[in-house]
């Protein structure tokens, strides 16, 4: 399984922030003008269990259908369908969503996909071996912005249409190892696309056109 901590997919620098209120300032500074983007996280994001968004998704092994982001856009994030739910884990200290390897993962509306300046990270750990080929991307399926990993090879890889080209840009450091933590951070200029894992730079294995 993977346990995504905190995607945030944003297309500008952090902006100076009030520290009296840091997480609210920081987001809304990220995202302020009109800003398209999100910022998911499980601890302060409001989850749904359904569709509808009748039933609060808020405990431990609950499933996951709509996330609404905690950016001023209010973007809903969705699992296409019940199957595809990541699930609650909450250890009391740290909560994270699973993704069970098959099915699970989360779609966003494609008028929302960013351009220019594009900047995706997130915190993951994956706990088994899977196949996660999309963990996050936008709702067609076909164009858009893809977050997952190279089959079932855990090499974090990401598509962003019209930058990435035909195939994913892959991460150079190879697969990630089992059950521990990673920031990875996925970052193109206008120009040039670069992926990060925990800080240091993972030269893709294919370059943007």
């Not at 699970?104 to 071996?129: H, K, M």
């Not at 933590?181 to 040039?192: E, K, P, Q």
């Amino acid at each position: 399984m993977a346990d995504l901590l905190k995607p945030l997919l944003r297309r500008t620098a952090f902006a100076p922030f009030n520290p009296l209120s840091p997480f609210a300032n920081v987001v809304h500074a990220t995202f302020s003008g009109g800003r398209v983007g999100f910022a998911v996280m499980p601890y302060f994001s409001t989850m749904w269990q359904d569709a509808s968004q009748t039933t609060l998704a808020d405990d431990n092994a609950d499933d996951v259908r709509v996330i609404i982001d905690d950016s001023p856009n209010s973007m809903a994030i969705s699992a296409p369908a019940d199957a595809s739910r990541p699930t609650i884990k909450d250890s009391g200290t740290s909560r994270s969503l699973s993704f069970d390897g098959s099915a699970d993962r989360f779609s966003y509306p494609l008028a929302d996909q960013p351009t220019g300046v594009v900047t995706f990270v997130c915190s993951i750990a994956l706990t088994a071996n899977g196949y996660f080929p999309q963990i996050i991307g936008d709702a067609s399926a076909s164009a858009g912005l893809f977050f997952g990993f190279s089959g079932a090879t855990r090499v974090p890889r990401l598509y962003l249409s019209g930058i990435s080209g035909a195939s994913p840009l892959e991460s150079s450091l190879g697969a990630l190892t089992l059950n521990t933590r990673y920031t990875l951070s996925f970052v193109y200029d206008g120009g040039t696309a670069k992926i990060y894992q925990d800080g240091v730079e993972a030269a893709p294995t294919n370059t943007p056109p």
